[in-house]
T-cell receptor
């Protein structure tokens, strides 16, 4: 059974700092890995999708990497802003099922 | 714009009532839709897979008689929480993968927050 873990569970950093969120998964037989953002009480916003054959994806200030063999992914956020405050979830896809991580609650301090 | 529409966004009901949540794919046909549940400060957990034209498949520990799923058409799946109780209070969210197989992103609805009094 796939298990996805995210460390840390919560993170607070001053505005402007760069930061890294971590995601690990136990079964490396995945189709892709996706990073989402969830604002309190809201649905999910897809941030980045990395296919199993890829090693990284970039979108603006966000960069996600994938090391499938070791079961790890990181989400790098550059020059953090207060608007980046949210819970970040990673999810791995096997067949059509997504298994979500436990999430990292990020707070950017102005 | 949103490609998956979910309604209602918020429901408050009395214990013992049934609540229906709709999930619609707006720009594509979805033979499969997924229903997730998220308790406070926890991650999303897959409840069931909704299959158009056949029975839904439920994850272990999810009561199929309590959470009725009907995939009425290629663009609509409904989740009915029957005889809801306070412990069913949660955030329910649906998703649908557009045609394209494993390479495509899954689109999520905005979610439904259910509060059972």
């Amino acid at each position: 059974k796939q298990e996805v873990t995210q460390i840390p569970a919560a993170l607070s950093v001053p505005e402007g700092e760069n930061l890294v969120l971590n995601c690990s998964f136990t079964d490396s037989a995945i189709y892709n890995l996706q990073w989402f953002r969830q604002d309190p009480g809201k649905g999910l916003t897809s941030l980045l999708l990395i296919q199993s054959s890829q090693r990284e994806q970039t979108s603006g200030r966000l960069n996600a990497s994938l090391d499938k063999s070791s079961g790890r992914s990181t989400l790098y956020i550059a020059a953090s802003q207060p608007g980046d405050s949210a819970t970040y979830l990673c999810a791995v896809r096997q067949n059509e099922k997504l298994t979500f991580g436990t999430g990292t609650r990020l707070t950017i301090i102005p | 714009g949103a490609v998956v529409s979910q309604h209602p966004s918020r429901v408050i009901c009395k214990s013992g009532t049934s609540v229906k949540i709709e999930c619609r794919s707006l720009d594509f046909q979805a033979t499969t839709m997924f229903w997730y549940r998220q308790f406070p400060k926890q991650s999303l957990m897959l409840m069931a897979t909704s299959n158009e034209g056949s029975k839904a498949t439920y994850e272990q520990g999810v009561e199929k008689d309590k959470f009725l799923i009907n995939h009425a058409s290629l663009t609509l799946s409904t989740l009915t929480v029957t005889s809801a109780h306070p412990e069913d209070s949660s955030f329910y969210i649906c998703s649908a993968p557009p045609p394209g197989g494993a390479l495509t992103i899954q689109y999520f609805g905005a979610g439904t927050r259910l509060s059972v009094l």
